[in-house]
T-cell receptor, first 114, second 116 residues
Framework: DSGVTQTPKHLITATGQRVTLRCSPR?????VYWYQQSLDQGLQFLIQ???????AKGNILERFSAQQFPDLHSELNLSSLELGDSALYFC?????????????FGDGTRLSIL | AQTVTQSQPEMSVQEAETVTLSCTYD???????LFWYKQPPSRQMILVIR??????QNATENRFSVNFQKAAKSFSLKISDSQLGDAAMYFC?????????????FGKGTSLLVTP
């Protein structure tokens, strides 16, 4: 158990809809990362938050947004969903933003778009 | 730009034998970190081992060790005394100071099959 909690585990929805994925980091971790794992793109970094502030952006679509709340949990919002958004979405957390700090991953949310 | 390349989509090893998974990378940074993550069928991402670029000594974690060749930009993972539970996807990853902050940059992965 990594200590990172993601909900829900599975999500099935239709094209055009909007969903919210939730992540609670490990106790004491201030930094949260979101990654997308798909068959064609592999594992890609989406966005990072540190102590409530956006820290870095990767290949995140404009239809996607995220935030980190004062209690440090984070939410990833996906809107106007397309078939290609079907993927496994991981949240990871680390103590801070130093590069030597390992990132611990949650179990992921499997998103299926019908 | 940073790239991580895993040239072996699939590897197979017999139980109790040793297997080496290859990884090459490219970065313009002199200070960076390298990781191997394991993803079993359960889909969890599990940190196996990490290596600091400034350290010449190869990292070791029990049956897992790396061969870090900085000049060649190579970072291979050796699994000794392979066990059935080692069967998984293995991802090599790089983290350095880039426009993407300190996010992990992953390779495409190597699927490891362990046969009895």
């Amino acid at each position: 158990d990594s200590g990172v909690t993601q909900t829900p585990k599975h999500l099935i929805t239709a094209t055009g809809q909007r969903v919210t994925l939730r992540c609670s980091p490990r106790s004491g971790d201030l930094s949260v990362y979101w990654y997308q794992q798909s068959l064609d793109q592999g594992l890609q970094f989406l966005i990072q938050y540190y102590n409530g502030e956006e820290r870095a952006k990767g290949n995140i679509l404009e239809r996607f947004s995220a935030q980190q709340f004062p209690d440090l949990h984070s939410e990833l919002n996906l809107s106007s969903l397309e078939l290609g958004d079907s993927a496994l979405y991981f949240c990871a957390s680390s103590v801070d933003v130093r590069r030597n700090q390992p990132q611990h991953f949650g179990d992921g949310t499997r998103l299926s778009i019908l | 730009a940073q790239t991580v390349t895993q040239s072996q989509p699939e590897m197979s090893v017999q139980e109790a034998e040793t297997v080496t998974l290859s990884c090459t990378y490219d970065t313009s940074e002199s200070d960076y970190y390298l990781f191997w993550y394991k993803q079993p069928p359960s889909r969890q991402m599990i940190l196996v081992i990490r290596q600091e670029a400034y350290k010449q000594q190869n990292a070791t974690e029990n049956r897992f060790s790396v061969n870090f060749q900085k000049a060649a930009k190579s970072f291979s993972l050796k699994i000794s005394d392979s066990q059935l539970g080692d069967a998984a996807m293995y991802f090599c990853a790089l983290i350095s100071n880039s426009n993407s902050g300190y996010a992990l940059n992953f390779g495409k992965g190597t699927s490891l099959l362990v046969t009895p």
